[in-house]
């Protein structure tokens, strides 16, 4: 009998690509294939090589290569409230870069003065309001960076909130990113249909603040993305690869460099809820695959709608575990180079590129939804 050391590749039969091929379909047989053809538009190979790579399929992943080590920030969310300023400074020193205040009615000036006294180690301060609650210019008057958001009911605004926008972003003397761009809008379809919805949306965007005398550098560096990750895994992290390099493409048709938009990706994970603590396995997933897919800003949603701070502090350290321990924020694109992934997120691109310009072949997101 030969010793491990007397074998050689040759006591080994060669296949082909085909036969392994061969071998992974009948041992996967249907499954998850139906979902990735509905999402890519063509149905994928269970696995792919070096062969299979071209250059449009390679320049998903040298969009990460001029990026600085991949680091995330961790945000969490808190209601204002009377313990606002003890909770932030309770998050701060237990891990969290930031926070996002969720305002749900207007603020006196006595209480725009406390969310300015928060604890100020805090690298951002986001704010979270409801649609119909007017929004005081002063909180942005501080040192602070971060981005607003406004729960809107609809995907594009109110007359009144776009003016509140425009006057916003006219006297920005601040760090804030003013439009956050949320797919969840768009959920209702695959993938394609939500990416290329959300292009067609900050196209809008740009276009109206633009058409009212704000520049196009200013209009770009006001918009953040935000998008929920869900439980499919690959897919969710190709759906944020796919569509950073399709919002590059999108810049420099503005005659704007990308790295000069900066554009950051706010994640959250999926805000369905199962009781327990065992959901803490489900919201680690999602979470990778938002780091992976290269977003900038996280919030874990706690695994109950109980605001105590237990689930808060599990959902805080899932993200300080992926960053402290598994350390992904120690390589720029840590799926950069695997076949499978790159050639999934070019499909992807292409089939949401084709629907993009279809949508604005038709007069652009507002005549199309």
Known sequence: MNTISELSFSDFEKNSKYAWSQKLKEELRQSGKEFLKQETGTEPEPFYTLEDMDAKTTFAHTQFLRSPLHSWLLDEQLFFNDGVLAKAEKAALAGADGISVIITQALS?????????INSSSK???????????????LFKGNHCGALRINNKKAWPSDSTLEQLCGLLKTNDSNYRFVSITSSWHTHGDMATELSMTLALAIEYINYFTDRGISISAALKAIEFSFTTGKSFLMEITKLRAFRLLWNRVI????????????????TTSLELAYSPENAIR?????MAAILGGCNSLTITPFTNDQTDFPKRISRNIALLLREESYLDKVIDPLGGSYYIEKI?????????????????????????
């Open 252 to 267: 420099e048709a503005y005659a704007v460099n990308p790295e000069e938009a900066n554009t950051p990706f706010y994640c």
């Open 124 to 138: 951002f301060i986001n704010f979270c309001f409801d649609s119909d609650v007017e929004i005081p210019q002063l």
């Open 345 to 369: 997120t070019s499909m992807l691109a292409e089939k949401t590129w084709s629907m993009l310009r279809y949508i604005e072949n038709k007069g652009g997101y507002l005549k199309n939804v």
């Open 283 to 287: 919201l680690s997933v999602e979470a």
């Open 109 to 117: 000036s006595e209480e725009i003065n406390t969310i300015g006294k």
